[in-house]
């Protein structure tokens, strides 16, 4: 029998949260979507989801002393916190939710057997990475994409965990603020320079996190630098417009330096390595191997090659 597929764009929005994996704690943006169905490293549905949560693989909050890690910003030590919710209101928290993407709760989707038994046998779990983007007009609603990642900012006297989305067009939005905040790319280096934006801090900070609660983080464990942020964004925006990255300029210099290996080569390899954010750098080469090779030619050309 022919098989065939098709793909359905179903909106919706997204929802502070703690993923405990085994006593490690990762927060997340649980990914909430108007057919009733959450991404919280799995995709599933709202009794799916209740599971998730009861059985604390999805958590509203962090034990005191347990550290946090934060992707693509750091880890840190939780000193002390109060939280929004318990176990019972952070569910009803995503009913709330799922109810204002879709007040009518129709066509809510809901998984069966059938499909956990094909997840199962197939041995693959379902999570779609979701895509940010904004209505540019109602009329033929014409959309830009975005992509972004974590930071911390001082904002109104205090300090939050936000949510930094740059667009296909420029512009770049802070979520998870008391109110959303936007700028346009071409501004929003003074934000990094100046300190309002931040991945890191010396001393224990109080630091809000809208819709999920206040916690006092200690100084991080390991964090990005912010100036690599930066460049992060510079990147994400680039890769919006079908530009080339650094990180894929890097491989072509890399691949030129293999079959024109010489100190021309070398530097250009050296160069366009530096370009790429620090924190990326290991998605340059393979799994195991990382960017070992890219730092071998540039730091330590006499090293022989391992094969």
């Excluded at 989305?165 to 501004?187: C, Q």
Aim: with cysteine; charged share 30%; proline share 4%.
């Amino acid at each position: 029998m022919r098989a065939i597929r098709r793909t359905k764009k179903i909106e919706g929005t997204s929802v502070p949260g703690i993923i405990n994996n085994g006593g490690h704690y990762f927060y997340i943006h649980v990914d909430v979507y108007e057919d009733g169905m959450s991404n919280c490293w799995e995709l599933v549905d709202q009794d799916g989801l209740a599971d998730k949560i009861n059985s604390g693989w999805l958590a509203p909050a962090v034990p005191s002393g347990e550290q946090l890690s934060i992707h693509g910003l750091g880890a840190y030590k939780v000193v002390k916190a109060e939280w929004d919710y318990s176990k019972q209101t952070y569910l009803k928290h995503f009913v709330d939710v799922i109810s204002s993407l879709n007040p009518e709760l129709t066509n809510l989707y809901k998984v069966t057997e059938r499909e956990k038994q094909q997840q199962e046998a197939r041995k693959i779990t379902s999570s779609p990475a979701a895509t940010d983007f904004y209505v540019m007009q109602e009329l033929f609603y014409q959309t830009v994409e975005g992509r972004g990642f974590f930071l911390f900012m001082k904002y109104a006297g205090a300090i939050y965990l936000v949510n930094l989305i740059v667009y296909k067009d420029g512009r770049v939005a802070v979520y998870n603020l008391p109110e959303e905040a936007e700028y346009r790319i071409e501004e929003i280096g003074t934000l990094f320079a100046d300190g309002t934006l931040f991945t890191e801090f010396s001393a224990d900070s109080v630091i809000r996190i809208q819709n999920l609660g206040e916690v006092t983080l200690a100084k991080p464990l390991y964090s990005s630098e912010i100036p690599e942020k930066y460049k992060e964004l510079v990147e994400l925006h680039k890769k919006l417009n079908g530009q080339k990255t650094a990180a894929e300029e890097c491989r072509a210099a890399y691949y030129t330096y293999l079959e024109y290996p010489g100190e021309y080569t070398r530097g250009k390899l050296k160069e366009k390595y530096e370009l790429v954010p620090e924190h990326e750098r290991m998605y340059l080469g393979d799994m195991d191997n990382r960017d070992r090779d890219y730092r071998r030619i540039i730091y330590t050309p006499d090293v022989k090659r391992e094969v």
